[in-house]
Protein backbone atom coordinates (compact mmCIF):
# COMPACT_ATOMS: atom_id res chain seq x y z
CA UNK A 1 0.00 0.00 0.00
CA UNK A 2 1.05 3.39 -0.80
CA UNK A 3 -0.40 6.55 0.83
CA UNK A 4 -0.38 9.86 -1.28
CA UNK A 5 -1.00 13.06 -0.60
CA UNK A 6 -1.36 16.09 -3.19
CA UNK A 7 -1.76 19.67 -2.11
CA UNK A 8 -2.91 22.62 -4.23
CA UNK A 9 -5.61 24.84 -4.32
CA UNK A 10 -6.56 24.53 -7.72
CA UNK A 11 -9.40 21.33 -7.93
CA UNK A 12 -8.66 20.94 -11.77
CA UNK A 13 -5.16 20.11 -11.43
CA UNK A 14 -5.98 17.92 -8.30
CA UNK A 15 -8.05 15.71 -10.38
CA UNK A 16 -6.18 15.34 -13.14
CA UNK A 17 -3.06 14.46 -11.30
CA UNK A 18 -5.45 11.60 -8.67
CA UNK A 19 -6.52 10.16 -12.21
CA UNK A 20 -3.49 9.77 -14.21
CA UNK A 21 -2.16 8.62 -10.48
CA UNK A 22 -4.51 5.73 -10.62
CA UNK A 23 -4.83 5.14 -13.87
CA UNK A 24 -0.67 4.39 -13.30
CA UNK A 25 -1.29 2.66 -10.09
CA UNK A 26 -3.86 0.84 -11.17
CA UNK A 27 -1.46 -0.94 -14.61
CA UNK A 28 1.69 -1.67 -12.03
CA UNK A 29 -0.76 -3.47 -10.01
CA UNK A 30 0.15 -1.08 -7.01
CA UNK A 31 -2.70 -0.94 -4.02
CA UNK A 32 -2.79 2.82 -3.08
CA UNK A 33 -4.68 5.43 -0.89
CA UNK A 34 -4.89 8.89 -2.15
CA UNK A 35 -6.21 12.17 0.27
CA UNK A 36 -6.39 15.62 -1.70
CA UNK A 37 -6.15 18.76 0.16
CA UNK A 38 -7.21 22.41 -1.28
CA UNK A 39 -4.51 24.41 1.59
CA UNK A 40 -1.14 23.90 3.46
CA UNK A 41 -2.50 24.34 6.98
CA UNK A 42 -5.15 21.60 5.96
CA UNK A 43 -2.32 19.14 4.99
CA UNK A 44 -0.53 19.95 8.14
CA UNK A 45 -3.56 19.33 10.33
CA UNK A 46 -4.28 15.97 9.07
CA UNK A 47 -0.08 15.49 9.20
CA UNK A 48 -0.42 16.30 12.66
CA UNK A 49 -3.68 14.72 14.26
CA UNK A 50 -2.71 11.17 11.93
CA UNK A 51 -1.97 7.74 13.44
CA UNK A 52 1.75 8.60 12.61
CA UNK A 53 4.16 11.59 11.73
CA UNK A 54 4.90 9.52 8.43
CA UNK A 55 1.28 9.11 7.55
CA UNK A 56 2.00 9.62 3.92
CA UNK A 57 4.49 8.06 1.64
CA UNK A 58 4.59 10.75 -1.62
CA UNK A 59 3.28 14.18 -1.01
CA UNK A 60 2.69 15.94 -4.70
CA UNK A 61 2.82 19.87 -3.16
CA UNK A 62 2.41 22.96 -5.04
CA UNK A 63 4.80 25.85 -3.85
CA UNK A 64 1.81 28.77 -4.47
CA UNK A 65 -0.05 28.15 -1.96
CA UNK A 66 -2.04 30.78 -0.10
CA UNK A 67 -1.78 31.32 3.61
CA UNK A 68 0.98 28.07 4.19
CA UNK A 69 2.91 27.46 0.90
CA UNK A 70 4.87 24.51 -0.08
CA UNK A 71 8.50 25.77 0.81
CA UNK A 72 7.06 26.55 4.62
CA UNK A 73 5.60 22.98 4.36
CA UNK A 74 8.60 21.59 3.13
CA UNK A 75 10.81 23.02 6.21
CA UNK A 76 7.55 21.73 8.41
CA UNK A 77 7.96 18.29 7.77
CA UNK A 78 11.76 18.07 7.20
CA UNK A 79 12.52 20.72 10.50
CA UNK A 80 9.90 20.21 13.02
CA UNK A 81 8.25 16.99 12.31
CA UNK A 82 11.93 15.18 11.61
CA UNK A 83 10.64 13.51 8.85
CA UNK A 84 13.20 12.36 6.34
CA UNK A 85 10.60 9.51 4.56
CA UNK A 86 8.00 11.34 2.70
CA UNK A 87 9.24 11.79 -0.54
CA UNK A 88 8.03 15.41 -1.44
CA UNK A 89 7.03 15.99 -5.24
CA UNK A 90 7.23 20.00 -5.48
CA UNK A 91 4.76 21.32 -8.60
CA UNK A 92 4.96 24.84 -9.99
CA UNK A 93 4.00 26.66 -12.87
CA UNK A 94 7.51 28.76 -12.20
CA UNK A 95 11.12 27.40 -12.19
CA UNK A 96 12.78 30.02 -9.82
CA UNK A 97 11.95 28.01 -6.56
CA UNK A 98 14.23 25.05 -7.81
CA UNK A 99 17.49 25.93 -5.72
CA UNK A 100 15.18 27.28 -2.33
CA UNK A 101 13.62 23.87 -2.04
CA UNK A 102 16.98 21.47 -2.63
CA UNK A 103 17.48 21.41 2.05
CA UNK A 104 14.31 19.57 1.54
CA UNK A 105 15.43 16.83 -0.57
CA UNK A 106 12.73 16.72 -2.90
CA UNK A 107 12.26 13.46 -5.29
CA UNK A 108 11.42 15.72 -7.77
CA UNK A 109 10.42 19.37 -9.13
CA UNK A 110 7.65 19.25 -12.20
CA UNK A 111 6.76 22.20 -14.26
CA UNK A 112 2.90 22.93 -14.87
CA UNK A 113 1.26 21.43 -16.67
CA UNK A 114 2.34 17.80 -15.88
CA UNK A 115 2.43 15.30 -18.72
CA UNK A 116 1.51 11.27 -17.52
CA UNK A 117 4.94 10.48 -18.43
CA UNK A 118 6.78 12.73 -16.00
CA UNK A 119 4.03 11.37 -13.36
CA UNK A 120 5.15 8.09 -14.92
CA UNK A 121 8.80 8.85 -13.71
CA UNK A 122 8.31 9.52 -10.31
CA UNK A 123 6.39 6.71 -9.29
CA UNK A 124 9.18 4.45 -10.50
CA UNK A 125 12.21 6.97 -9.01
CA UNK A 126 9.60 5.87 -5.54
CA UNK A 127 9.74 2.46 -6.35
CA UNK A 128 13.14 2.80 -6.29
CA UNK A 129 13.68 4.09 -3.63
CA UNK A 130 11.17 2.13 -1.24
CA UNK A 131 12.68 -1.00 -2.56
CA UNK A 132 15.74 0.21 -0.75
CA UNK A 133 14.49 1.75 2.20
CA UNK A 134 12.69 -2.33 2.37
CA UNK A 135 16.03 -3.77 3.04
CA UNK A 136 16.28 -4.79 6.40
CA UNK A 137 19.72 -4.78 8.01
CA UNK A 138 20.18 -8.01 10.21
CA UNK A 139 22.29 -8.73 12.81
CA UNK A 140 22.99 -10.98 16.32
CA UNK A 141 23.66 -9.98 20.27
CA UNK A 142 23.79 -13.27 22.26
CA UNK A 143 21.08 -15.36 21.12
CA UNK A 144 18.57 -12.80 19.56
CA UNK A 145 18.66 -11.67 16.08
CA UNK A 146 17.84 -8.37 14.91
CA UNK A 147 16.39 -6.98 12.16
CA UNK A 148 16.24 -3.42 10.85
CA UNK A 149 14.72 -1.68 8.18
CA UNK A 150 17.77 0.64 6.92
CA UNK A 151 15.65 3.70 6.57
CA UNK A 152 15.29 3.89 10.05
CA UNK A 153 19.18 3.88 10.61
CA UNK A 154 20.70 7.51 10.96
CA UNK A 155 24.35 6.35 11.95
CA UNK A 156 26.83 3.54 13.06
CA UNK A 157 29.37 4.20 15.46
CA UNK A 158 32.66 1.83 16.73
CA UNK A 159 34.26 1.85 20.18
CA UNK A 160 36.54 -0.52 20.56
CA UNK A 161 35.11 -3.74 19.42
CA UNK A 162 31.47 -2.51 19.54
CA UNK A 163 29.36 -1.09 17.09
CA UNK A 164 26.43 0.91 18.06
CA UNK A 165 22.73 1.41 15.76
CA UNK A 166 21.67 4.90 16.17
CA UNK A 167 17.97 5.32 15.19
CA UNK A 168 16.24 8.26 15.66
CA UNK A 169 14.46 7.10 19.25
CA UNK A 170 16.47 4.20 19.96
CA UNK A 171 20.24 2.59 20.24
CA UNK A 172 21.70 -0.69 19.55
CA UNK A 173 25.12 -2.10 20.02
CA UNK A 174 26.80 -5.59 18.95
CA UNK A 175 30.24 -6.79 18.09
CA UNK A 176 30.94 -6.65 14.18
CA UNK A 177 33.47 -4.72 11.66
CA UNK A 178 32.13 -1.34 10.44
CA UNK A 179 34.11 -2.13 7.71
CA UNK A 180 32.04 -5.19 6.61
CA UNK A 181 28.95 -3.38 7.36
CA UNK A 182 29.90 -0.58 5.00
CA UNK A 183 30.46 -3.55 2.29
CA UNK A 184 27.20 -4.38 2.61
CA UNK A 185 25.38 -1.00 2.95
CA UNK A 186 27.42 0.99 0.41
CA UNK A 187 24.98 0.08 -2.10
CA UNK A 188 21.95 1.90 -0.51
CA UNK A 189 23.97 5.14 0.10
CA UNK A 190 25.59 4.74 3.86
CA UNK A 191 29.21 6.93 3.81
CA UNK A 192 32.20 5.66 5.29
CA UNK A 193 33.13 9.12 6.50
CA UNK A 194 35.48 8.33 9.11
CA UNK A 195 36.99 5.33 10.80
CA UNK A 196 34.57 5.26 13.56
CA UNK A 197 31.47 6.61 11.68
CA UNK A 198 29.51 5.40 8.73
CA UNK A 199 26.27 7.41 7.82
CA UNK A 200 23.06 6.94 6.24
CA UNK A 201 23.02 9.95 3.52
CA UNK A 202 19.59 10.32 3.46
CA UNK A 203 19.49 11.77 7.39
CA UNK A 204 22.12 14.35 6.65
CA UNK A 205 20.95 18.28 7.13
CA UNK A 206 24.22 19.53 6.67
CA UNK A 207 27.98 18.90 4.48
CA UNK A 208 30.79 20.72 6.00
CA UNK A 209 34.43 20.53 4.81
CA UNK A 210 35.39 18.34 8.01
CA UNK A 211 32.24 17.38 9.32
CA UNK A 212 28.41 16.46 8.97
CA UNK A 213 25.42 17.29 11.15
CA UNK A 214 22.23 15.23 10.90
CA UNK A 215 18.77 15.95 11.22
CA UNK A 216 18.50 15.38 14.61
CA UNK A 217 21.95 17.65 15.75
CA UNK A 218 24.44 14.80 15.53
CA UNK A 219 27.72 16.29 14.48
CA UNK A 220 30.07 13.80 13.13
CA UNK A 221 33.85 14.36 11.68
CA UNK A 222 35.20 13.79 8.25
CA UNK A 223 38.17 12.29 8.62
CA UNK A 224 40.84 14.89 6.87
CA UNK A 225 42.04 11.79 3.99
CA UNK A 226 38.54 10.85 3.52
CA UNK A 227 37.24 15.04 2.53
CA UNK A 228 37.89 14.61 -1.08
CA UNK A 229 36.21 11.46 -1.60
CA UNK A 230 33.04 11.61 0.66
CA UNK A 231 32.87 14.93 -1.17
CA UNK A 232 32.65 13.41 -4.73
CA UNK A 233 30.02 10.48 -2.95
CA UNK A 234 27.87 13.37 -2.04
CA UNK A 235 28.29 15.02 -5.30
CA UNK A 236 27.47 11.39 -6.84
CA UNK A 237 24.76 11.10 -5.07
CA UNK A 238 22.89 14.14 -5.16
CA UNK A 239 23.49 14.12 -8.90
CA UNK A 240 21.29 11.04 -9.64
Same mark, same amino acid.
Given at each position: M???????? +???? #?? $?????? =????DKKCIEYDIDVFYSGVELCEKIE?? +???? #?? $?????? =??????????????IRQQLKNQIVQIVYVSSQREYAMELFDFRPLNFLIKP?????????VEQFEEI????????????????YKIPISKIL???????????????????????LELIYENLKQYDFLLIH???????????????????????TQIPISQAKREQIR?????????
Open positions: IKIAICDD +EPQF #CS $DLERTL =IKILTG +ELPY #CY $DMLFLD =IQLPNMNGVDIGRYIDESAILNVNEKDNYLFRFKKGRDFYFERKGRKIYVHLQNEEYDYYDSKSYLINYRFVKIMSYDHVVLVDGKEFMKIEGR
